[in-house]
């Protein structure tokens, strides 16, 4: 198995919409008008996207951005850096779940933001259902951390990476 993550560019967006508004994908990612708005505009400063590939197929997304300190205080995360790297992953293709496809992407981004210095460790917050996620960042080598309110997003479980061969 063969996974690049490739720019997101205007040609994706269809293939990007047609998965926000698939039946896996929806009840995680939420509204996907909006997300295609946001989708459509630059990443702002902190944040990138990458479309997951496998073997010359376009099968997922990945975000990644800094979270801001609004954003870590409203989930009540007040000990968690804004130098930490939050990961979001969707296999939108249902026939390509269940491979590893997910995870190795996850790894990717992992690896590459462990490599800077300024990154402490690596974030997921994963809706508490989402099995399959949760397990997909598992097998990236994260850990639970610990459950938290997300306000009008319900309880999720922060998952986090560190780097390999520290305490921190």
């Excluded at 917050?125 to 990236?140: G, I, P």
Aim: charged share 30%.
């Amino acid at each position: 198995m063969n996974v690049r993550l490739l720019g997101v560019s205007n040609d994706d967006l269809p293939a990007i919409e047609r998965w926000l508004n698939a039946d896996h994908v929806r009840p995680t990612w939420g509204d996907p008008v909006e997300n295609i708005r946001i989708l459509r505009e630059p990443p702002g400063e902190g944040q990138w996207r990458a479309v997951i590939e496998t073997d010359g197929r376009k099968v997922g997304l990945v975000l990644w951005q800094h979270p801001s300190r609004r954003e870590l205080d409203e989930a009540g995360l007040f000990d968690v850096p804004e130098s930490v790297l939050d990961i979001d992953v969707m296999i939108g293709e249902p026939a390509e779940m269940g491979r590893g496809l997910g995870t190795a992407a996850i790894r990717l981004v992992a690896a590459a933001a462990l490599s800077d210095p300024a990154v402490p460790f690596v974030i997921a917050a994963v809706r508490l259902d989402n099995h399959a996620s949760r397990r997909a960042f598992a097998k990236a080598g994260f850990l639970r951390d610990r459950d938290f309110d997300d306000g009008p997003g319900g309880r999720h479980v922060l998952m986090v990476r560190r780097r390999e061969g520290t305490g921190a």
